[in-house]
T-cell receptor
Framework: AQSVSQHNHHVILSEAASLELGCNYS??????LFWYVQYPGQHLQLLLK??????LVKGIKGFEAEFIKSKFSFNLRKPSVQWSDTAEYFC??????????FGDGTTLTVKP | DAGVIQSPRHEVTEMGQEVTLRCKPI?????LFWYRQTMMRGLELLIY????????DSGMPEDRFSAKMPNASFSTLKIQPSEPRDSAVYFC???????????FGSGTRLTVV
């Protein structure tokens, strides 16, 4: 069975600080990796995704993530956060068979 | 594209009543997913369909929950009878191929009193 672990439940940063949210997964086969963001009171929106190729993927709003196969990790980064980045962030893996698993989410609070 | 459309946006019902949540996936998407989100349990996959066929319903909590997808453009999630512990936000999502990213609907916030 696959699983996704997000190590930080709640992260608090000041504006302009750098962000890194950890995500590790376990699965024996090929997976596609995703980060979703959920702003307060809204639905999940896709930030970025990795299927294959360059392990460093860039998403919307200045976010990027790096897939490190040897570590089963797909950490999310942003060099300088803004107050508007306050949201909950979910890492997800989806197998080619369509089975999805989401992490428990990391709540990011950015202080103005 | 209007995205994934869910209705109603909010539902408040009394315990014991039947609740039906509706979802219209993005046209051309052949996979549809129902999720439930609560503070306690986070985001849970309830069931997903591929080409209108239920593939995995292992996340459906109990027999009170049922889901149908009669055609490629419509799905329902029914709870009968509803209980207060069913209160949650229910999201529908669709994707154009297995393994690809999902587009989520705005969700239905269900409150069972």
């Amino acid at each position: 069975a696959q699983s996704v672990s997000q190590h930080n439940h709640h992260v608090i940063l000041s504006e302009a600080a750098s962000l890194e949210l950890g995500c590790n997964y376990s699965y024996g086969g090929t997976v596609n990796l995703f980060w979703y963001v959920q702003y307060p009171g809204q639905h999940l929106q896709l930030l970025l995704k990795y299927f294959s190729g360059d392990p460093l993927v860039k998403g919307i709003k200045g976010f990027e993530a790096e897939f490190i196969k040897s570590k089963f990790s797909f950490n999310l980064r942003k060099p300088s956060v803004q107050w508007s980045d306050t949201a909950e962030y979910f890492c997800a893996v989806i197998t080619n068979a369509g089975k999805s698993t989401f992490g428990d989410g990391t709540t990011l609070t950015v202080k103005p | 594209d209007a995205g994934v459309i869910q209705s109603p946006r909010h539902e408040v019902t009394e315990m014991g009543q039947e609740v039906t949540l509706r979802c219209k996936p993005i046209s051309g998407h052949n996979s549809l997913f129902w999720y439930r989100q609560t503070m306690m349990r986070g985001l849970e996959l309830l069931i997903y369909f591929n080409n209108n066929v239920p593939i995995d319903d292992s996340g459906m909590p109990e027999d009170r929950f049922s889901a149908k997808m009669p055609n490629a453009s419509f799905s329902t999630l029914k709870i009968q009878p509803s209980e207060p512990r069913d209160s949650a936000v229910y999201f529908c999502a669709s994707s154009f191929a297995q393994g690809h990213g999902y587009t989520f609907g705005s969700g239905t916030r269900l409150t069972v009193v």
